[in-house]
């Protein structure tokens, strides 16, 4: 069934709650690759408790979306999406107050635009959540989130819009770190919330037009934000205050992210390729804003 543009922008809920606890953050920070080296003292408070624990901030990504009261379920809708051709387009969350490593979570998401690319090139829907600490009522975090569904396009939707990209500096980037991703990495990170078959089925990856499985990119994501967390925000995740990224390639699992990073005062702006791949640009158009240290 095609989109139905106007059915589509009614979609959302309010009042689902989802909870989470000090496992979830560590198995997250496991998944994106903390905890390598594990004599590294510095990385130890994101993956061990008894060392006052650290929340990666994109662990904002896989907070369920949560349950809806029975009050607020959300309506049915005309048009589905074919999950089976859907890949991350970008991802924004702006970080309210830092992630307590326990919670419970209330979130209110709507969809803000539905851009059509044409029949054959897919569509984007672009959506926002923001969540709230269910006990005091503060925000937490706002995600706004572009999907790409490569199979949904040519309902007649206007093709452009949505948030503009952070443009990179065109100089030579102030410093490279690379990150490894393991063979198995996919299979860790799934554990945080994504089954999605894409990134463990090579029979399923094939038939969607891969090679073979590929890594999640909110899992390339928060590779990203370890390398920003390692360096510039010297592994104190309460100053990233927003953190922005436009997924332009897919990663393979076991292949080494090279991250880019410009600082120019509170704006770090980062890109990554792959190093196994030259020249292939997985990550653009990143923007990270810190807080003063």
Known sequence: MPIDYDDMMQSGANGLVSRYDEKDVMLYALGVGFGRDPLNERELPFVYENNGLKVVPTFASVISRGEAPPQQQRMPQKSNINFMMVVDGERRITIHKPLPPKCEVVSDERTLDILDKGEGKGAVLIQERISRDAASGEKLFTIVTSIFARGDGGFGGKPQGGPQPHDIPERAADLVR??????????????????????????????????????HGLCSYGTACRA?????????????????????????????????????????????SVKERPGTVVLNNGLCLLADS
């Open 228 to 272: 920003v967390l390692s360096t510039v925000a010297e592994y104190q995740p309460e100053r990233i205050r927003q953190f922005d990224v436009r997924f332009s390639k897919p990663v393979f699992p076991g292949e080494t992210l090279v991250v880019e990073l410009w600082q120019d005062g509170a704006t770090i702006s980062y890109r990554a």
């Open 178 to 215: 690379e990150c490894d991703t393991r063979p198995d990495q996919a299979f860790v990170y799934a554990l945080s919330g994504d089954r999605n078959p894409l990134h463990r089925d090579p029979a399923f990856a094939k038939m969607v037009g891969f090679p073979r499985p590929i890594l």
